[in-house]
């Protein structure tokens, strides 16, 4: 399936120099205040990079168009993983990331749309961004519109019951405009999410509530593309799901080995060592 990205924009930068520097752009802001949720921008790099510059419809110049592909960060301390997306797609400027988590900036530590363009909703308590996109979804075939919903969420929002109310009202629905993506990293701020409530297995419990389910690695590349593209393609009247394993720090290997990776401490000296190891696996 053509990328809607390549049809309106256009660029020959790979989709893992992509990545590459959305994860630079995640370390240059943890830098700016000393720490912030880098395991979780490292880890979804590579899931952003198909985003937005393979999937997504959107105009850099025109945040809010009508007509755009809505990207909905359900997991609001994610913020500086699309923040880090939306300067490299061109919505946001490069300069601002200086500003991360300071007073009056339009980059705060915790997702929200009323701050920064780009931002479709506040990732609040973690559990409500299906809920939300389904609404969307509702109101968006109301207006018989072409437009799609991702949502991107975490595994650790599969212990909502509220994530479970909106995954079987969404099939009830036949929201096949919708297409939610699951970081399953397996880390909450208490432990493993495996051990704190698991949700496997996930794919089945998704078929069961009537949803077109995939899993792939969410570090390599080409599968989550080809995941995109059999979601969107899917013939079923149905909403999807691509279910993502990926590693937290993903990139700066010293960090992938840290026990504890849900919030990364993260020395001043290391900022410097993190970005000098991710400068020499940029892709060629």
């Not at 393979?54 to 809505?70: F, G, I, V």
């Not at 997306?85 to 991360?100: H, M, S």
Request: proline share 5%.
């Amino acid at each position: 399936m053509d990328s809607p990205h390549e049809q309106h924009r256009g660029s020959n930068i790979s989709l893992p120099e992509r990545a590459y520097r959305i994860r630079r752009n995640a370390l240059r802001m943890g830098e700016v205040q000393g720490q912030g949720y880098i395991g979780q921008a490292l880890g979804v790099a590579d899931i952003l990079a198909v985003s937005y510059f393979y999937a997504l419809r959107y105009k850099p110049e025109d945040p809010e168009w009508e007509d755009r592909d809505r990207f909905c960060l359900s997991i609001g301390h994610y913020a500086i993983a699309l923040y880090s997306a939306l300067i490299e797609a061109g919505i946001l400027p490069e300069f601002e990331l200086e500003t991360y988590g300071t007073d009056d900036s339009r980059l705060p530590m915790s997702g929200m749309v009323t701050y920064t363009p780009g931002m479709e909703i506040t990732g609040g308590s973690l559990g409500h961004g299906l809920g939300i996109c389904v609404g969307m979804c509702l109101g968006l075939k109301r207006k018989k519109s072409s437009s799609l919903v991702y949502n991107l969420m975490s595994d650790g929002e599969l212990g909502e019951g509220s994530t479970w109310e909106a995954a079987m009202s969404a099939a009830h629905h036949g929201l096949d405009n919708l297409i939610a993506i699951v970081d399953f990293n397996n880390q909450q701020a208490d432990g493993p999410s495996t051990q704190m409530l698991s949700s496997e297995p996930i794919t089945d419990k998704f078929a069961a509530f009537g949803w077109f389910v995939q899993r792939v690695d969410g570090n390599d590349i080409d599968a989550v593309r080809d995941a995109f593209d059999q979601a969107r393609s899917h013939k079923g009247k149905q909403p999807r799901v691509v279910i993502c394993d990926t590693t937290m720090c993903k990139g700066v290997p010293f960090l992938e080995t840290r026990e504890i990776t849900h919030f990364v401490r993260v020395e001043p000296d290391e900022w410097e060592k993190a970005l000098k190891v991710l400068d020499e696996g940029r892709p060629q």
